[in-house]
């Protein structure tokens, strides 16, 4: 491909490179692209993918495994198009999607990431673990399958495999039966979302996931959807229209706001502890879902919320997201989006971090372990605080 | 292996320097239109003392260094025409100290000017420093390496009349300190000890500012923008002269630009009224709009345009979008105000010929001292032809800037030149020495400001 042939050439050669897309919630640092964070090199900015892209599509510079890991290196977290003040900023991730996009096609990716697709492909999760382990999660907790109930609780890759994730995807499980929700799970039928896939550059193998999915829903009669994952919250309310997929998904901080404030949840039991809460990026800028956690968080007794500086359209990517959360290119540094993230929480004064998500869950638990915090910070998600407050043990 | 590489890495550290083609691609260029030249490494330190090792290693190695604040400057500044240590300094990027009760800052040389606000308006909302109108991630000793202004130079001058003190990594690899600080006293003067002027405005070519001292200023609890407008551009000279008189405003700018249309050949002013009640503001008012531009107003040669409590923060990169190109370079002078008239004319007449939309202001510095005059041109960095253009009137630009008695600020190779062949002949000599015995092995920032 060539820079006429790329989707964006027509357009990449706008950014100017002035910066914006490093800030967070002000202009407190120039640390908020988490890649950009970890690395400190100019290329490492959006603005320096960018460039990179442009110069690498024109044949100013050769592919390299560097330049594939530079681009892999971005999260998707979305900090650079919510802060570029140009026309064009709608257009800033997609860019970078599709130069991975083209690094695919010309099966020149880093090797995790190849990894991670081919993972995805043979066993439906990044992990390779067997599709029939998908529903272990599950056992004994009661949770039926999926057979016409309101909601189709969709757990993901990271609820269903992930052992933290399995926790968390269970609690979250019991919290609904509790409500007495009306839900059922895929268990070893669920397939992957295709959220990192789509952000991975993969865009055949998403669109063969959503369309398997959608039908797969359509089959079962699926109407509502209820996501452990804003990963896969984002793919399904955003993505799966245009493979005919219209269902009425939500969060499960959404749906527990809503029992919580109608009295279908009974959250008395409390939860003693000062929580800061960390914005998952799929709920947060990419979907503008910035009320409905902390609204969970302030009904539950005993919850004293603090803020980090960083919050809500400025929050710091825990440095999980484009399949980083497997493929880790941001890992090892003290300068890590996770690790900086946590110790960020610890500045409030807060004894938990709270978050929404499994993959941040994960993340940011090995980074208070990387960063020697376990007697000061816990990592804990929502689901959890919400089953200890309505006394799920 | 290459043995420079190597040294670099025992210095930094192997995440903290590259030779690889990606960074060597990016750190060639600069954002404006000077054509790219590739440096052989790129380095991010952060601190000092690895500073001071680069450098003694350049020295050994006779390897250039090219020291990179934000990287803004737009005149290829940062460019490194010979090769050698692109060195990225915006990891050292802690602020150290601040001082309320003398009203300073101390910080490292990759302190951005936005850091610093953000700091202050959480931390000291009662003070301020003089922002530039570049983007926020400009840094504070790039900035006042070449002698930047900001908004508050109306009333205080330049932002490097501004520096207390600095900490310099000299080109052969030594620490200074120079203003108070040099002799353990706090960071509150650069006076009476010998000035830090070899370092200011040699763009990185006598040494690298390590840390500086800038000075705040109180920052008023109601800060805002009023507009005005006159369709003469004479009326100028005279209107920053009478607003200078009134000492009532913080930042005074006259501009006129092609887009939009209906505002094309106007001039615009924008000045900055600060106050801490409304009392205060309503005082402020009446002196500048009534008692100051109030016969403009009545004659019909000028109309207010209102007064918008909150200050527009810096957002000078949508320039670059003007032709959806994602570029544009500004010649910036030093000019006397009563030149306004013959340099938005002229001006305009370049970009006219070089089929650019036209962007012209004027900053006042001090009280009506000088402004900075700045022509802006556009392009499109996706068309060659219109980077040609660009450049072309941008060189036309710095001779009409010295033709009409002005003084370049910040020159590109071009201006320098320019520059260097009107100076005065013992000045440019007494350069030379300086140069030569700062920087024996002509290490830093080679190309800039070389005296023959």
Same mark, same amino acid.
């Given at each position: 491909m060539t820079l006429t042939d790329y989707k964006y050439g027509d357009v990449i050669h706008r950014c100017f490179r002035c910066g914006y897309c490093k800030f967070p919630i002000n202009w407190m640092d120039v640390n908020n692209c988490p890649a950009y964070a970890r690395f400190r090199m100019e290329t490492y900015s959006c603005g320096g993918r960018l460039w990179l892209t442009r110069a690498w599509l024109e044949g100013e510079i050769e592919w390299s495994d560097h330049l594939a890991d530079i681009l892999y290196s971005c999260t998707a977290c979305k900090n650079c198009e919510v802060k570029c003040p140009l026309s064009f900023n709608i257009d800033i991730l997609n860019m970078m999607i599709a130069a991975k996009g083209e690094m695919v096609e010309r099966g020149e990716v880093p090797s995790p990431v190849k990894e991670f697709l081919e993972n995805i492909q043979r066993q439906g999760n990044p992990y390779g673990t067997s599709r029939a382990k998908r529903g272990e999660w599950m056992e004994g907790t009661g949770i039926e399958a999926y057979q016409g109930q309101e909601f189709l609780y969709y757990v993901g890759c990271v609820g269903s495999y992930d052992t933290r994730g399995q926790e968390?995807?269970? !609690?979250?499980?019991?919290?609904?039966?509790? *409500?007495?929700?009306? #839900?059922?799970?895929?268990? $070893?039928?669920?397939?992957?979302?295709?959220?990192?896939?789509?952000?991975?550059?993969?865009?055949?193998? #998403?669109?063969?996931?959503?369309?398997?999915?959608? *039908?797969?829903?359509?089959?079962l009669g699926v109407q509502k959807i209820v996501t452990l994952s804003p990963h896969s919250y984002n793919t399904m309310k955003n993505d799966y229209p245009g493979f005919n997929g219209e269902f009425e998904v939500s969060h499960y901080t959404q749906l527990l706001q809503g029992l919580i404030r109608d009295g279908g949840l009974d959250v008395s039991g409390g939860y003693n502890a000062t929580v800061t809460y960390h914005d998952?990026?799929?709920?947060?800028?990419? $979907?503008?879902?910035? $009320?409905?956690?902390?609204?969970?968080?302030?009904?539950?007794?005993?919850?004293? +919320?603090?803020?980090?500086?960083?919050?809500?359209?400025?929050?710091?990517?825990?440095?999980?997201?484009?399949?980083? #959360?497997? !493929?880790?290119?941001?890992?090892?540094?003290?300068?890590?989006?996770?690790?900086?993230?946590?110790?960020?929480?610890?500045?409030?004064?807060?004894?938990? +971090?709270?978050?929404?998500?499994?993959?941040?869950?994960?993340?940011?638990?090995? *980074?208070?372990?990387?960063?020697? +915090?376990?007697?000061? +910070?816990?990592?804990?998600?929502i689901a959890e605080i919400v089953g200890e407050a309505c006394g799920i043990k | 292996m290459d043995s420079v590489y190597q040294a670099l890495v025992d210095i930094v550290g192997q995440e903290h320097v590259s030779n690889r083609q990606e960074e060597l691609f990016i750190y060639s260029y600069d954002?404006?239109?000077?054509?790219?030249?590739?440096?052989?490494?790129?380095?991010?330190?952060?601190?000092?003392?690895?500073?001071?090792?680069?450098?003694?290693?350049?020295?050994?190695?006779?390897?250039?260094? &090219?020291?990179?604040?934000?990287?803004?400057?737009?005149?290829?500044?940062?460019?490194?025409?010979?090769?050698?240590?692109?060195?990225?300094?915006?990891?050292?990027?802690?602020?150290?100290? &601040?001082?309320?009760?003398?009203?300073?800052?101390?910080?490292?040389?990759?302190?951005?000017?936005?850091?610093?606000?953000?700091?202050?308006?959480?931390?000291?909302?009662?003070?301020?420093?003089?922002?530039?109108?570049?983007?926020?991630?400009?840094?504070?000793?790039?900035?006042?390496?070449?002698?930047?202004?900001?908004?508050?130079?109306?009333?205080?001058?330049?932002?490097?009349?501004?520096?207390?003190?600095?900490?310099?990594?000299?080109?052969?690899?030594?620490?200074?300190?120079?203003?108070?600080?040099?002799?353990?006293?706090?960071?509150?003067?650069?006076?009476p000890l010998p000035d830090v002027g070899l370092f200011l405005g040699w763009s990185g070519t006598t040494g690298i500012i390590t840390k500086v001292s800038i000075r705040l200023f109180p920052?008023?609890?109601?800060?805002?923008?009023?507009?005005?407008?006159?369709?003469?551009?004479?009326?100028?000279?005279?209107?920053?002269?009478?607003?200078?008189?009134?000492?009532?405003?913080?930042?005074?700018?006259?501009?006129?630009?092609?887009?939009?249309?209906?505002?094309?050949?106007?001039?615009?002013?924008?000045?900055?009224?600060?106050?801490?009640?409304? @009392?205060?503001?309503?005082? @402020?008012?009446?002196?500048?709009?009534?008692?100051?531009?109030?016969?403009?107003?009545?004659?019909?040669?000028?109309?207010?345009l209102g007064f918008r409590s909150g200050l527009q923060r810096p957002q000078v990169s949508k320039t670059s979008d003007w032709r959806k190109g994602g570029g544009f370079e500004y010649v910036g002078a030093i000019m006397p105000v009563e030149t306004y008239p013959e340099c938005y004319r002229r001006g305009r007449d370049i970009s006219e010929r070089h089929d650019i939309p036209y962007t012209v202001l004027g900053r006042c510095i001090g009280a009506a001292h000088a402004m900075m005059f700045s022509w802006t041109y556009a392009f499109n960095r996706a068309d060659p032809e219109t980077i040609r253009q660009a450049r072309e009137a941008l060189h036309e630009t710095d001779d009409l800037a010295l033709e009409l008695h002005g003084t370049i600020w910040k020159p590109g190779l071009y201006g320098q030149k320019l520059v260097m062949e009107r100076l005065d002949p013992n000045t440019l000599n007494l350069m030379k020495k300086i140069k030569q015995m700062l920087d024996p092995n002509g290490i830093m920032n080679p190309g800039n400001w070389e005296v023959s």
């Open positions: 968390t995807a269970r !609690i979250l499980g019991k919290v609904l039966q509790k *409500a007495g929700v009306s #839900f059922g799970v895929l268990g $070893n039928d669920e397939n992957c979302d295709g959220n990192e896939v789509k952000n991975l550059g993969e865009e055949t193998l #998403f669109e063969m996931l959503a369309e398997e999915n959608v *039908a797969q829903f359509q089959g998952p990026c799929f709920l947060g800028r990419w $979907n503008e879902e910035y $009320n409905a956690p902390r609204a969970v968080l302030k009904s539950t007794p005993g919850v004293q +919320l603090v803020e980090m500086a960083r919050n809500k359209d400025g929050a710091l990517c825990c440095g999980g997201g484009g399949g980083n #959360f497997y !493929i880790d290119l941001l890992g090892g540094s003290a300068d890590s989006p996770a690790r900086r993230r946590v110790r960020e929480a610890c500045e409030t004064g807060a004894n938990v +971090l709270a978050v929404a998500c499994p993959n941040c869950l994960t993340m940011l638990e090995d *980074a208070v372990k990387a960063e020697g +915090l376990e007697d000061k +910070l816990a990592v804990k998600d | 954002l404006g239109t000077t054509e790219p030249h590739r440096p052989d490494y790129a380095v991010i330190p952060r601190t000092t003392e690895e500073i001071q090792e680069i450098v003694k290693l350049a020295n050994k190695e006779k390897v250039p260094v &090219v020291p990179l604040g934000g990287g803004l400057s737009l005149a290829g500044l940062a460019v490194p025409f010979r090769g050698g240590i692109a060195l990225d300094l915006k990891r050292m990027d802690s602020i150290l100290e &601040v001082n309320e009760k003398a009203r300073y800052a101390v910080v490292e040389c990759g302190v951005s000017q936005g850091q610093l606000t953000s700091y202050l308006e959480r931390n000291f909302p009662h003070l301020t420093h003089s922002e530039p109108g570049a983007p926020p991630t400009a840094t504070i000793a790039g900035n006042v390496a070449i002698h930047g202004q900001g908004d508050l130079a109306q009333p205080y001058g330049f932002n490097s009349d501004m520096v207390n003190g600095l900490e310099i990594v000299l080109p052969t690899g030594e620490v200074c300190k120079f203003g108070s600080c040099s002799i353990g006293s706090g960071w509150y003067t650069q006076h920052s008023k609890k109601i800060r805002g923008v009023g507009q005005f407008v006159v369709e003469d551009e004479e009326l100028v000279p005279e209107i920053m002269y009478k607003l200078t008189h009134t000492q009532m405003t913080e930042d005074v700018i006259a501009f006129s630009q092609a887009i939009p249309p209906f505002a094309s050949g106007l001039q615009h002013f924008t000045i900055n009224i600060v106050a801490d009640s409304e @009392k205060e503001l309503e005082f @402020k008012h009446e002196i500048v709009w009534d008692d100051t531009l109030g016969e403009y107003i009545r004659s019909g040669a000028g109309g207010f």
